[in-house]
């Protein structure tokens, strides 16, 4: 499955960014997909994951009650929605897709076989 990610851009602290992640080439209902980040001089670290149904979702304890994670499996698309938004933040956030024969979601890297380009979050003070 090929993943887009965009929506990324400059944004003050406080403020709010909606991601988006179009997906293409298999069945995007056969996997889960999750929301991923990294800022630089460190790992990639996991953000936010929604299962193929859409009907569980997890987050990492730092971006709960302000990020939101969400799907539309008529269009293919998944989405974060980061409100709140505080300069430790920035980072390239990553959308990725697992097959769903692995379990409803995971929050490692490894759970995940396909990955978007990544797209530019800054968050400034």
């Known amino acids: 499955v090929q993943l887009q990610a965009s929506g990324g851009g400059l944004v003050q602290a406080g403020g709010s960014l909606r991601l988006s992640c179009a997906a293409s080439g298999r069945t995007f209902r056969n996997y889960y997909m999750g929301w991923f980040r990294q800022a630089p001089g460190k790992e990639r670290e996991f953000v936010a994951a929604?299962?193929?149904?859409?009907?569980?979702?997890d987050y990492a304890d730092s971006v709960k009650g302000r990020f939101t994670i969400s799907r539309d499996n008529a269009k293919n698309m998944v989405y974060l929605q980061m409100n709140s938004l505080k300069p430790e933040n920035t980072a390239v956030y990553y959308c990725a897709a697992g097959p769903i024969d692995r379990g409803y979601y995971y929050t490692n890297l490894r759970g995940y076989d396909y990955w978007g380009q990544g797209t530019q979050v800054t968050v400034s003070s």
């Open positions: 929604i299962s193929a149904s859409g009907g569980r979702t």
